[in-house]
């Protein structure tokens, strides 16, 4: 009886590790998402052009896509959100 609980335990803590794995990257995804609107957004004195472009740019850079900034203060603001995205 006491080998058969010790059986259902290490499947549960195994079970729970997976889990945790499995969930892990979309949790680290969702708040670079979060990130990239509050760090752009923090800038002071910058226009709503800059700040999308800023915006624009670390979304497109995490999902892989090319950059394609623009030009006036969208593209100045689409290099420093690409700067902080990630391609992965």
């Known amino acids: 009886m006491n080998n058969l609980m ?3 335990i290490k499947i549960l803590v195994i079970a729970l590790v997976v889990t945790s794995l499995a969930l892990s990257p979309s949790l680290i995804m969702n708040k670079s998402v ?3 609107t509050h760090y752009c957004t923090d ?3 910058k226009s ?3 700040i999308n472009g800023c915006q624009q740019g670390w979304w497109d850079h995490n999902h892989c896509w090319g ?3 623009g030009s ?3 593209a100045k ?3 420093v959100g ?3 995205g990630h391609c992965k």
Do not use: L, R
């Open 34 to 36: 979060d990130a990239a």
């Open 77 to 79: 603001g689409y290099s």
């Open 6 to 8: 010790d059986t259902n």
């Open 48 to 50: 709503q052009n800059w």
């Open 72 to 74: 006036g203060d969208y």
């Open 67 to 69: 950059y394609s900034p």
């Open 43 to 45: 800038y002071k004195g």
């Open 82 to 84: 690409w700067s902080k």
